[in-house]
């Protein structure tokens, strides 16, 4: 209760108080925890000289793509006794648009791109021409597109070259006192990239992650304690962005070992703190090593799916031909686990992958590339690196047969061919059985293994220059 009346009286001596304004002096330090879903919280303490009474506090280097709605101020040295009775964003910026709206009805000066000057009163700056009446009175039309530069007499009042948070706020003393400003913003952004060396055995990688960062916030961040945060944290997508994704980055790398980035969990997230404080410019890029484990175990293998897609059982699929896709394509895939016995022992955030491999002049040439999910410590990760160029499949309907009204009984035959010269390789065939849910094999050439309730897989070696044909039959049953 002593608070609300505190903030009342507060509130109606304000008028009477001799406002003291002041601009942002310098950072006393900065904390930026960047999330991988375009946010950024930021954190950012300034020391002002601050008057017993009002005092207007103007805040111009934040991020440009700032949150306004998350904004929080709050003194450190005298938190009881400062108190903020307003809080304001300003971003009525100086462009050429504002500038024509704000001169209605006031002479300016345009030159043509051809040099021809006209100066007159301003009508209209709407529709990408602007309207003038000259001292004659004659009408004149601009095409703004044709147009070299514009003059106006000075800055209106209101119109700020920066985006700028205002504080109206009273003090109970004068003097120093550090402040702190929270808030979040848009335009931040990381990611993960891991670049891995195949062995030519295919049996163990080196990986290397990088944490790529990205700022087209508005703003740079200068020795800033920086946090990445790896997760999916829910957030509430606001219809009014704050933010203009057009701005193209620059690109920069700064060499940390792995070692200067500690990982700690965090909530049900997984946090990284760069160890060492890190300038982050406005719209760049940049990169830090995170992550390294070398001689990791690791493994190739290939898959035949020529199934179709399959959506669910909502429907009996009667129609003879709908299974055939005609797919001759075998997927080549890479394998590793990330636990601690496999050699690398750690969280891989979300990010893309680039698996290179030597040649023989020791040259790394790149053999694929994809992304992967968050994946903790102890998961395999499986990747899908192209298709092989040596290994054709062939999947053929050999039997489709309407047994009553409610069973349908079909045959496939799938042929599995190897052109390597001295290599043997095993295909995993996996099968979709999309018809209805009710099936059951009554025939296989080789033994399956059920995936889940509509998937089964078949594995088969292949020997060099050879072909191996399996085939099976399913028979579906459904409700009459």
Not at 145 to 172: H, K, M, Y
Not at 414 to 436: A, C, G, H, M, Q
Request: aromatic share 10%; hydrophobic share 40%.
């Amino acid at each position: 209760m002593f608070k609300r009346f505190l903030l009342l009286v507060v509130l109606l001596a304000l008028p009477a108080m001799s406002l003291f304004a002041q601009d942002t002096p310098a950072s006393d330090g900065v904390s930026v925890t960047i999330y991988n879903q375009g946010t950024a919280l930021v954190r950012d303490r300034r020391t002002l000289e601050l008057t017993e009474g009002g005092n207007i506090i103007n805040f111009t280097d934040v991020a440009a793509a700032i949150d306004p709605t998350s904004v929080t101020f709050k003194s450190l040295t005298d938190p009881e006794g400062t108190v903020v009775i307003e809080q304001n964003y300003v971003y009525d910026l100086v462009n050429s648009s504002a500038l024509l709206e704000r001169y209605l009805d006031e002479t300016i000066q345009i030159t043509a791109d051809d040099g021809t000057v006209f100066s007159g009163q301003l009508l209209s700056g709407r529709n990408g021409e602007a309207i003038l009446r000259t001292d004659s009175g004659e009408i004149m039309v601009i095409a703004l597109a044709q147009v070299r530069d514009i003059r106006f007499p000075d800055l209106p009042e209101g119109l700020i070259t920066r985006p700028t948070l205002r504080w109206l706020i009273n003090s109970v003393q004068t003097g120093a006192q550090q402040v702190e400003l929270t808030y979040l913003t848009g335009g931040m952004n990381w990611t993960a990239d891991y670049n891995v060396l195949l062995a030519n055995d295919s049996n163990s990688l080196d990986l290397n992650g990088w944490v790529t960062l990205n700022n087209t916030s508005g703003t740079a961040y200068t020795d800033a304690q920086v946090k990445l945060i790896a997760g999916d944290v829910n957030r509430v997508q606001d219809e009014e962005k704050f933010f203009d994704g057009g701005i193209v980055a620059e690109a920069s790398a700064q060499a940390f070992a792995p070692n200067d980035v500690q990982q700690r969990d965090f909530f049900e997230y997984k946090l990284y703190e760069i160890s060492r404080p890190v300038t982050i410019g406005m719209n760049e890029t940049k990169q830090v090593e995170f992550v390294s484990g070398t001689e990791i175990a690791a493994r190739t293998f290939y898959v035949y799916d020529s199934s179709p897609t399959f959506y669910g059982y909502y429907d009996i699929l009667a129609d003879q031909y709908y299974g055939q896709t005609g797919i001759t394509t075998v997927g080549n895939y890479l394998e590793f686990t990330t636990d601690e016995a496999s050699g690398l022992g750690a969280d891989l955030p979300a990010g893309r992958m680039r698996v290179f491999q030597e040649d023989v002049d020791g040259a790394a040439l790149l053999i694929g590339e994809n992304t992967i999910d968050h994946t903790p410590e102890g998961e395999d990760i499986q990747i899908y690196l192209g298709n092989a160029f040596d290994l054709v499949g062939e999947r053929v309907q050999t039997d489709f047969q309407i047994v009553t009204g409610n069973v349908i009984r079909e045959t496939y035959e799938i042929r599995l061919r190897n052109r390597k010269e001295d290599e043997s390789v095993e295909i995993r065939v996996p099968e979709t059985l999309f018809r209805w849910s009710n099936w059951q094999i009554l025939a296989s050439s080789l033994p399956y293994e059920q995936l889940n309730s509509n998937t089964i897989e078949f594995r088969a070696t292949v020997e060099p220059g050879a072909e191996v044909v399996l085939s099976y039959t399913v028979e579906y049953v459904w409700p009459r």
